[in-house]
Antibody, heavy 115, light 108 residues
């Protein structure tokens, strides 16, 4: 079964760093791009960026460029989303999804940033 | 890139058909046949329903269909069922990708 399994919920303070993960299984990990999507509470989906785990080619939405970093470790079929300094406004559900069409989605990781 | 424009809500009775519009520009929807649609039930991850304007993934009901005319893409749900009540999002390639604001579908 093709799956993307994300790391668990996080509660952080403003200014802290955070990395969440997305592990693929059931398919050849390196040949599908993996993207990240933000959903703030009660709001819609926002496309953040996407990475090709095979060659680390990465594209970011202008809205998220410089705010987050996407990386991957293809040896363990995992893509990461990293913040160096969280803001309260980063509180949201974050989803990873596979391929250019986002045909498979992770279950989501809830990130709560509060002082 | 600006978000694609969708109606905030659409409602209909069971058995009826609805169409959700997704309006972009000549830089996204109008140029690329790379529009996809996602269904999201409350508390759940989104699900791909349509890709490349009008293609259905395996397992998606034939009641869901997609089309495009100019800068506007559309998702049609025929023979509406209670289980179709959800939020629906369009997404288009625009160099990167951009989502629509989402449409809440209510089955009366």
């Amino acid at each position: 079964e093709v799956q993307l399994v994300q790391s668990g919920a996080e509660v952080k303070k403003p200014g802290e760093s955070l990395t969440i993960s997305c592990k693929g299984s059931g398919y050849t990990f390196s040949i599908y791009w993996i993207g990240w999507v933000r959903q703030m509470p009660g709001k819609g989906l926002e496309w953040m960026g996407i990475m090709n785990p095979g060659d680390s080619d990465t594209r970011y939405s202008p809205s998220f460029q410089g705010q987050v970093t996407i990386s991957a470790d293809k040896s363990i079929s995992t893509v990461y989303l990293h913040w160096s300094s969280l803001n309260v406004s980063d509180t949201a559900m974050y989803y990873c999804a596979r391929g250019a069409t986002f045909d498979v989605w992770g279950q989501g990781t809830m990130v709560t940033v509060s002082s | 890139q600006s978000a694609l424009t969708q109606p905030a809500s659409v409602s209909a009775s069971p058995g009826q058909s609805i169409t959700i519009s997704c309006t972009g520009t000549s830089s996204d929807v109008g140029t690329y046949n790379l529009v996809s649609w996602y269904q999201q039930h409350p508390g759940r991850a989104p699900k791909l329903m349509i890709f490349e304007v009008n293609k259905r993934p395996s397992g998606v009901s034939t009641r869901f269909s997609g089309s495009k005319s100019g800068n506007t893409a559309s998702l049609t749900i025929s023979a509406l069922q209670a289980e179709d009540e959800a939020d629906y999002y369009c997404c288009s390639y625009a160099g990167i990708r951009v989502f629509g604001g989402g449409t809440k579908v209510t089955v009366l």
